[in-house]
């Protein structure tokens, strides 16, 4: 059975960065194909990517969040970890982290809620 | 502004078929598989349809999933209450990676 959990702060302060770490299990981040994704969505919007993580240490970022994104995994602790700097109440949402194949997310956390505010 | 197109609303009655529609571009629905994900409210999403047309299992075979093109669309048959969600097309583009839809909410009427 394939768990996923997110944790991090549920408040942080405008300017400050959000580390938020997926605890997972169930499967092997060194498995051919698999990759975490970083997925969120902001109250009442769609779901939008921010960061994937693959098994062969290829990363991919949202375009529009690169510069502020980190993604890193601990193959050994089977966790990934997500930091975005310079937060903003924009990005308040409920941050998800999921695996699968590739693109295909097949297994979701229950998501982590995140506000931004001062 | 989404990369990929969905109505923002469909609706049906129990028994019903509805489709929803997802629209992209040459750069990711036209190059690459298309994923379906159902969210009910306030759960996380899970993945109903994987390259285009294909069911995880447990899923019902009432849901399917066709592409053609740069387009993609989701049906469900048998329209049942438990159905009412919001439904989320998602696929992978050359230049701005994973990419989802605005969304469809689906109201059983």
Aim: net charge neutral; proline share 7%; aromatic share 8%.
């Amino acid at each position: 059975q394939i768990t996923l959990k997110e944790s991090g702060p549920t408040l942080v302060k405008p300017t400050q960065t959000l580390t938020l770490t997926c605890t997972f299990s169930g499967f092997s981040l060194t498995t051919s194909g698999v990759g975490v994704a970083w997925i969120r969505q902001p109250p009442g919007k769609a779901l939008e990517c921010l960061a994937l993580i693959y098994w062969d240490d290829d990363i991919r970022y949202n375009p529009s969040l690169k510069s502020r994104l980190t993604i890193t995994k601990d193959t050994s602790e089977n966790q990934v970890v997500l930091t975005m700097r310079n937060m903003d109440p924009v990005d308040t949402g409920t941050y998800y982290c999921a695996s699968g194949k590739y693109w295909e997310l097949q297994s979701w956390g229950q998501g982590t809620l995140v506000t931004v505010s001062s | 502004q989404s990369v990929l197109t969905q109505p923002p609303s469909a609706s049906g009655t129990p028994g019903q078929r509805v489709a929803i529609s997802c629209s992209g571009s040459s750069s990711n629905i036209g190059s690459y598989p298309v994923n379906w994900y159902q969210q009910l409210p306030g759960t996380a999403p899970k993945l109903l349809i994987y390259s285009n047309d294909q069911r995880p299992s447990g899923v019902p075979d009432r849901f399917s999933g066709s592409k053609s093109g740069t387009s993609a669309s989701l049906a469900i048959s048998g329209l049942q209450p438990e159905d009412e969600a919001e439904y989320y097309c998602a696929g992978w583009d050359d230049s701005l990676n994973g990419v989802f839809g605005g969304g469809t909410k689906l109201t059983v009427l």
